[in-house]
């Protein structure tokens, strides 16, 4: 990968054809779509690749069984298909999880009503065989769960998959960089270029580092900037109206022994909405909540608030008596919706949107992670389709992305190798497992750098897993940040807490010898990552 200082000293002279503003999973996925159809692009995201709504989601690759309720047939039906396909090019990224919808005495719930929808769902999605739901009375629900057993009439139970936003955002961009774009994270788009007859040819874009300013003369643009495309909108007529509405969803995170489960949940609440339970290694995780926002959009936070109300529904559901103190992390993501008049935040679509301006802006919200390429195979042939760009169909159906290069029955064997080349490197099997859940096949890199870089990593603490994931991610990931490496690439932040406190100035001393930091920015971004930890588990 060509480093970082390189890439900007090429950003005069690049010309690319095409600009893709914003490094969220829409972004990534149309710039994975735009490079295999041999349009030359450059991607630029103003924070860490993932660092909006893409790594803040629920992390469901789902059919969004919620907007048969809304009547979106079309939308159930194309994610509810996507699925497999995200399946077979992320394999490492996609596992199978089992659903319970319980069935409760005066819920929103019926049993026959969620007997047709899920019939409804499974056949839009084309779920087969023994993917298809099953029932279970209340006399045959082990109900190992705790759930509340007044009113409980038994539960669905149907399929699902799990995935890691972030990692999958950070695939695509391997992908991308591998057919020969170029990406940029910290580096922000400020302003358009125009060229004489009054369309968009290029953009400003500032360095977040250095502070540094550039042009970049393109064709064409797209932004992909999630809640900010109202913002980018604004570059081009500060007067323009919000095309969307920002609703906050709030994730709670709890120790397994304080809430154990052994299926994932997903049940309604008093106030006619769907909260998910989702085991997921060693925690479980809640959410989430549905509330218009309108601050900052950078970082939002989860407030006292959000926690009563994910704390309640817990509580009205299962029987456990959780406290505030049993929060061991949270996260808050902002949804970039399009607004529709007279609906309440959880009623409004979850469709996606495109936009194009009369100076040739080309904006993409609304829609789901799992619609990614959907969403960008859709953008890119309304941009062919309206200029006269030559190239090659779509095929980022059939392109496996970095780390899946593997068919998803060989899912087992891939698995073993990598674990049989860990222990050779003595990473035993469960470490051998995670790291093949982030990383895919590129574990084997991993592995290598335990080798090499043995000595090095011997002089810290931490365990040299950790350090070798680290650099791995420094050549080949772009992380720039402690907490792009601790949040958006490993996930510690939310789901091993206890392990990132105890590391965290490991990552921190290994950045600052590899990247020679001066004792002024290694302060200012060890105090980056313990503002994150301090808000994830502190609430106003
Ligand atoms: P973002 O990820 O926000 O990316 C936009 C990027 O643009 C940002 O990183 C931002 O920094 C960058 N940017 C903005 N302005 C500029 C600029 N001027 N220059 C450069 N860069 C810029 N979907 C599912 O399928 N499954 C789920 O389980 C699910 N759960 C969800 C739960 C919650 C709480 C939320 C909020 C959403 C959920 N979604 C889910 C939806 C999904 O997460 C979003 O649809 C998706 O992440 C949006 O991605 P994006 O790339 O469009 O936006």
């Not at 972004?27 to 690749?49: C, K, N, P, Y």
């Not at 759930?147 to 995935?163: F, H, I, N, R, V």
């Not at 270029?193 to 953009?203: D, L």
């Not at 919706?337 to 609304?366: T, V």
Request: hydrophobic content about 35%.
């Amino acid at each position: 990968m060509k480093n970082r200082s390189n890439t900007i000293q090429d950003l005069k002279t690049l010309n690319p054809q095409l600009i893709i503003i914003g490094g969220g999973i829409t972004g990534a996925g149309i710039f994975v779509d735009a490079q295999s159809r041999g349009i030359s692009t450059l991607l630029v995201e103003m924070q860490d690749f993932a660092g909006g709504t893409s790594s803040r989601s629920t992390k469901l690759i789902h059919g969004g069984l919620r907007y048969l309720k809304q009547l979106d047939f079309k939308v159930v039906k194309q994610t509810g298909r996507e699925r497999k396909v995200v399946k077979n090019i992320a394999p490492h990224l996609t596992q199978s999880i089992r659903v319970r919808l319980p069935i409760q005495k005066n819920g929103s719930l019926g049993k026959f009503s969620t007997k047709l929808a899920l019939t409804a769902y499974e056949y839009l999605a084309q779920v087969e065989g023994k993917d298809k739901h099953d029932f279970y009375s209340s006399e045959n629900l082990t109900n190992n769960d705790k759930l509340e057993p007044e009113g409980l009439k038994g539960a669905y139970d149907y399929l699902e998959y799990q995935t890691d936003d972030s990692r999958l955002t950070i695939e695509n961009i391997k992908k991308g960089v591998e057919l020969g774009g170029t990406a940029l994270n910290y580096c922000k788009v400020e302003a358009f270029i125009y060229s004489e007859n009054g369309q968009i040819a290029g953009v400003k874009l500032r360095d977040q580092l250095s502070g540094e300013h550039y042009e970049t003369k393109c064709e064409h643009v797209i932004s992909a900037t999630g809640p900010w495309v109202d913002e980018v909108c604004r570059f081009e007529d500060a007067q323009k109206p919000d095309k969307l509405i920002l609703t906050k969803g709030v994730h709670l995170v709890f120790k397994n022994e304080d809430f154990p489960l052994t299926s994932a949940y997903y049940f309604d609440t008093a106030d006619h909405r769907m909260i998910f339970t989702i085991p997921y290694q060693n925690v479980t995780y809640v959410g989430t909540t549905d509330t218009i926002y309108t601050t900052n959009k950078v970082d939002p936070h989860t407030s006292k608030e959000d926690v009563a109300y994910l704390l309640k529904n817990i509580t009205n559901r299962f029987q456990l008596k959780l406290t505030e103190n049993q929060i061991i992390s949270s996260w808050s993501g902002l949804r970039p919706l399009i607004q529709q008049a007279g609906k309440g935040p959880s009623e409004i679509s979850r469709k996606d949107e495109i936009f194009i301006s009369e100076a040739g802006l080309y904006s993409i919200a609304g829609g789901k992670l799992t619609g990614y390429r959907l969403m960008a195979q859709k953008i890119l042939d309304k941009l062919i389709r309206n200029t006269s760009i030559q190239v090659k169909p779509c095929t980022t159906d059939l392109i496996k992305l970095s780390g899946g290069d593997f068919k998803v029955n060989e899912q087992e064997s891939t698995l073993q190798n990598i674990i049989n080349q860990g222990l050779k490197v003595n990473v035993n099997e469960i470490i051998s497992q995670h790291l093949f859940s982030k990383f895919g096949t590129n574990a084997i890199q991993i592995f290598n750098l335990l080798k090499t870089k043995k000595e090095n990593f011997k002089t810290y603490n931490c365990p040299s897993y950790i350090l070798a994931s680290l650099h791995y991610c420094l050549e080949n990931e772009f992380v720039i940040h402690p907490t792009d490496f601790a949040i958006r690439r490993m996930g510690m932040l939310y789901f091993e807490p206890q392990l990132l406190s105890e590391v965290k100035m490991d990552i921190v001393n290994y950045m600052t010898d590899y990247y020679s930091w001066s004792t002024d920015i290694k302060i200012l971004y060890t105090e980056e990552l313990e503002t994150s930890i301090y808000h994830s588990t502190n609430f106003k």
